[in-house]
């Protein structure tokens, strides 16, 4: 069984900086991509980061115009581990913060969600 618990979230403050973890077991994590989503109050979920499977001292990332340049995804293969640093945060940043793992076609695990809430 595939199993992704997210950790990390909280309060924080307009400008602070922020990690969240993404701990992934049941499968080999190495071969895949991990995906972080956000989801702010009455909005629909949204795609924020990728780190890809490929190059795990260099994995190609990508990131959603939102995020870019203020927000670094990594992942430690070794600890079965991607993470999510956020700096310069924004009360926009505001959301549950999940995270996803495709393993297989139409199989996909997604965790619990962390919350981050940005305010002064």
């Known amino acids: 069984q595939v199993q992704v618990v997210e950790s990390g979230g909280g309060l924080v403050q307009p400008g602070d900086s922020l990690t969240l973890s993404c701990v992934v077991s049941?499968?080999?994590?190495?071969?895949?991509?991990v995906n972080w989503y956000r989801q702010a109050p009455g909005k629909r979920r949204e795609w924020i980061a990728t780190?890809?499977?490929?190059?795990?001292?260099?994995?190609?990332?990508t990131y959603a115009t939102s995020v870019k340049g203020r927000f670094t995804i990594s992942r430690d293969n070794a600890k079965n581990t991607a993470y999510l640093q956020m700096d310069s945060l924004r009360s926009e940043d505001t959301a549950v913060y999940y995270c996803?793992?495709?393993?297989?076609?139409?199989?996909?695990?997604w965790g619990q969600g962390t919350q981050v809430t940005v305010s002064s």
């Open positions: 996803q793992v495709q393993f297989a076609a139409t199989a996909e695990a």
């Open positions: 049941g499968i080999t994590f190495e071969n895949y991509p």
């Open positions: 780190v890809d499977r490929y190059y795990p001292n260099n994995p190609v990332t």
